[in-house]
Structures are given as structure tokens and as C-alpha cells.
């Protein structure tokens, strides 16, 4: 929220929200149409791991440190595309496969839509704009959010090392994983890449989404696979590899960008 009123709404945030959002959702029916996708991620942990990355917790502070100000609300439009997508439909599927579910699928959908912290940092901001706030509001959060942004990368490292005190072998990587780790280090930001380049962005418009897509796994994928008991291991895995393969993958990323954007 403090990113928001900081940087303020304006068509490019809208844009690259859309952006996520509505590719993700793309990719998601895509491969649960087709067979030869179907077969690869035959779940939707696979799938959610895939395709929804670390945005706000690696994604908004490498932005900040290798792109100008000027492209921040591309990479804060990314996210929030992202975010609303992974806590809006992440439970909706993944309550489909609980033995718990309790709660109807169109109840469910309204409930995590209602609870998506993307919906709430926007209905926030709203509001703050309706009351003309943003401007104390702004540059009071601006700062709060650096510090929430530098904790959550502790976080992250705090969470990895649980993931490798774990009993089980964390680089026994199955073949459905590998494909998951493939997509989201390497075939999504391509995919990003010809999108970009058919909508005709600028060089730095196109390094932000592209970043963005190139994070690793989120560590919500782990949060709601744990909260409806499906495929934990899974998830953590990826997250522990994607997160390890991105120390390099992003720097290639962006010498890539640089080269041929």
C-alpha cells in the first residue's frame, strides 16, 4: 500500500496487472485443456508453483535496484496482477482437492477474493484517494514499505532454511517438479519477453515485467498448499530450487534483456 500512494495508480500499474493476471489465467486453462501439458503438471501445486513467482518479496526490490523510478509501477502492477491471482484462485483450486473442504466453491472464490491482500492494499488505496490522503499517506508509508520489503527478504531466507532441515532429500526432483522449475525460471519470462514485444513496450517497461516474471516460486504456493494439506513437499521443493536457481537465472536474465530487447 505504501508503494502504491508513493508511486500512485496510473495506466502503466493497470497494464502490466492486467498483464499477469490475465496470462497466468491463460497459461492455467491452457495447460488443463491440453493433454500434453496436462501430463506434465498434473496438479495444480505444480501448476501455482509454476507460474506464480516471489514479485513482491525479491520481484519489487531488484526492480528497485537495477531499473529507474520511472518503471516501478510496471514492476508494483506485476505484482499485484500476481497476487490477486495466486490468493483469489490459489484456494478456489486447491480447496477442489482437500478432503476438508467445507466451504462451497463460489463461497470460497468471494471468501479469498475478500481476504486477497492485493484486494485490500487496493481497497486502501481507494480510499485514501476518495479522502484525498495519498499524499500525507504516501510519503509516511514510503518508508514503512522499504523496511517491510527488506524483513520480507529475511523471510524468505528464514523460510529456505526450514525447507533444508527438512528430513527429506530436497533436490530429489521428480520429472512433474523439474517441469515446474523450468516453466517458472525459464519459460515464463520468454513467454513475457514475445508479449511485451507485441505490445509494444519500451525497453524498461519490458525489463520490468520480465524480471518479474523471472522470480522464483512465492512462498504463498507453500502457505495455501499447507493450509489445504496438498502436496507440501512439492511446493517446498520448488520453492527451494527456483529460489537457488534465480541467484544466477536473474543476472542471466537481465544481460539477455539488455542484449536483446
Do not use: C
Amino acid at each position: 500500500m505504501g508503494l502504491l500512494l508513493k508511486e500512485g495508480i496510473d495506466i502503466n500499474l493497470i497494464k502490466s496487472a492486467i498483464l499477469a493476471f490475465s496470462l497466468i489465467g491463460f497459461l492455467i486453462i491452457l495447460i488443463n485443456i491440453f493433454p500434453i501439458f496436462k501430463n506434465r503438471f498434473p496438479n495444480y501445486t505444480l501448476q501455482l508453483a509454476g507460474l506464480i513467482g516471489n514479485t513482491s518479496f525479491l520481484g519489487i526490490p531488484i526492480a528497485i535496484a537495477l531499473l529507474p523510478s520511472t518503471t516501478i509501477n510496471f514492476t508494483i502492477g506485476f505484482d499485484l496482477g500476481t497476487t490477486l491471482f495466486a490468493w483469489i484462485f490459489g484456494p478456489f483450486f486447491l480447496q477442489h482437492k482437500s478432503q476438508n473442504k467445507n466451504i462451497p466453491q463460489i463461497e470460497g472464490l468471494i471468501k479469498a477474493l475478500i481476504n486477497s491482500p492485493a484486494s485490500r492494499g487496493i481497497i486502501g488505496v481507494l480510499l485514501t484517494y476518495l479522502f484525498h490522503l495519498d499524499e500525507i499517506l504516501g510519503n509516511y508509508l514510503w518508508i514503512p514499505a522499504r523496511i517491510v520489503i527488506a524483513l520480507a527478504i529475511i523471510i524468505v531466507g528464514t523460510r529456505l532454511g526450514i525447507i533444508t532441515n527438512q528430513k527429506d532429500k530436497i533436490f530429489d526432483l521428480n520429472e512433474d517438479i523439474k517441469f515446474s522449475i523450468l516453466l517458472k525460471i525459464f519459460i515464463l519470462p520468454f513467454i513475457v519477453f514475445l508479449v511485451s514485444k507485441f505490445l509494444n513496450f519500451d525497453f524498461y517497461q519490458s525489463s520490468a515485467v520480465i524480471l518479474q516474471a523471472g522470480t522464483p516460486t512465492a512462498i504463498s504456493t507453500i502457505l495455501m498448499a499447507e493450509a489445504y494439506d496438498v502436496k507440501q513437499k512439492i511446493a517446498s521443493k520448488i520453492l527451494f530450487t527456483t529460489t537457488l536457481i534465480s541467484l544466477v537465472s536473474i543476472p542471466i536474465l537481465k544481460v539477455l534483456i539488455d542484449k536483446f530487447n
